[in-house]
């Protein structure tokens, strides 16, 4: 793990890093295009999907601007946060209204994150807080997840799991919520006493075999507070999960917010956030036997959470926040199978960023030769909106 470190390292001072103003081969910048902005809400972790008819769907949690409420700062967690969705046809025009996907009836949803199947079935995985009062600890006696309890401008939250729903009209109405397995590894239980539902942000995908693979994250140790990676299965197009297998299990290094993929050869990919690494540092995992066993390392790199995307000719578009100033949205492409992360060129997309509050990119392709990267922005500590960059891809 050292030696890949330092080789890591050497790797980046090697190569460095391409600004957007700069041309790197196989990707240009074409131009910026906000796709939802209202000064009354924290709009935040989008994906997106292109539909068969040419509809580009863009998912997106919105909630309360606080702040607008006299309040000292803005959290991810709100009870009136909730799914919504805007769409367009060409990337720049955007409806002004966004659609309601889904609110929870206990608490706010988070990171609705969007997977189109082959037969155009859409799925859109989140997962849910629910504010409770500090005292109610005495009458609850278990092991809950308490949220932002040393914020003083943020409710105490307890943490409900995840869940998934579904369309198969391209987003005109959604059936669910549908509740995926509890993660044997997870110590977490909900106000009710049970065990929590996987969950997580990331995107999911639809291998060869028709199966969909998720990777969830599952709190596996409470003294440090520690999380972990794992690979749920469904082969009935969500309906129902399966518990598979551990994808990144460390003593001391947190794992969660993990984007998975699979590449031609048919290696299911993982591309991981992590905590507690040295540098922030972010990691892959890889499985070569369809998803009874991975491998993780790192990649040698900051920048989080990911996302992977297939080109055309298969090569892999991968962007993903940079929370470091300067602040901005990062690429890289890498071949397809994913092997070349260490010496792949970042790209700098973004780097005028206000704040760390941003990134959660997502992308798509609008056609053969462009690709729509979106992602939550702000300048100046300000209003945080949807915005995205259409770049050319060659």
Not at 73 to 79: C, E, L, N, V
Not at 128 to 139: G, L
Not at 205 to 215: I, V
Not at 304 to 317: F, I, Q, S, T
Request: glycine share 8%; with cysteine.
């Amino acid at each position: 793990m050292k030696t890949l470190f330092c080789f890591s390292i050497i790797a980046f001072c090697f190569f460095g890093s391409v600004s957007a103003q700069d041309k790197l081969p196989g990707i240009r910048k074409v131009k910026d295009v906000i796709i939802y902005k209202d000064s009354l809400f924290y709009s935040a972790f989008p994906s997106v999907v292109k539909r068969p008819n040419g509809e580009i769907l863009v998912a997106f949690r919105r909630a309360p601007e606080r702040r607008l409420f006299g309040e000292q700062g803005i959290a991810h967690t709100d009870p009136n946060s909730y799914m919504v969705m805007v769409r367009s046809r060409n990337a720049e025009n955007w409806t002004k209204e966004p659609d309601l996907i889904f609110a929870y009836p206990f608490g706010g949803s988070q990171d609705p994150c969007l997977l189109q199947l082959k037969d155009e079935t859409l799925i859109c995985t989140s997962y849910t807080w629910s504010p409770i009062c500090p005292n109610a600890d005495s009458i609850l006696n278990r092991k809950i997840s308490l949220i932002n309890s040393k914020k003083n401008y943020s409710p105490v939250f307890t943490f409900l799991g995840g869940y998934l729903v579904r369309s198969t009209n391209g987003g005109k109405k959604w059936q669910g919520p549908f509740y995926p397995p509890h993660v044997p590894a997870d110590i977490q239980v909900d106000v009710w006493g049970k065990p929590l539902p996987a969950y997580n942000r990331g995107a999911l995908c639809e291998g060869k075999n028709g199966k969909l693979f998720w990777a969830v994250a599952a709190k596996d140790a409470d003294s440090p507070s520690k999380t972990s990676v794992y690979l749920m299965i469904s082969e009935n197009k969500g309906l129902t999960w399966d518990y598979s297998c551990p994808v990144a299990v460390d003593e001391k290094i947190s794992f969660n917010e993990t984007s998975i993929y699979e590449t031609p050869k048919g290696d299911l990919v993982a591309f991981l956030r992590t905590a507690n690494m040295p540098d922030q540092l972010s990691c892959i995992a890889r499985s070569t036997d369809g998803g009874k066993s991975f491998q993780w390392q790192s990649m040698g790199f900051y920048g989080y959470p990911l996302h992977a995307l297939m080109l055309p000719d298969r090569r892999v578009l991968l962007t993903y926040g940079y929370r470091n100033t300067p602040y901005g949205i990062r690429a890289r492409i890498l071949n397809p199978e994913c092997t070349d992360f260490e010496t792949a060129q970042e790209f700098i997309i973004r780097d005028d960023g206000g704040s760390g509050d941003l990134g959660y990119s997502w992308s798509t392709m609008l056609d053969k030769n462009r690709a729509l990267v979106v992602y939550y922005f702000n300048h100046d500590n300000g209003t945080r909106y949807i915005a995205g960059t259409i770049l050319e891809i060659n």
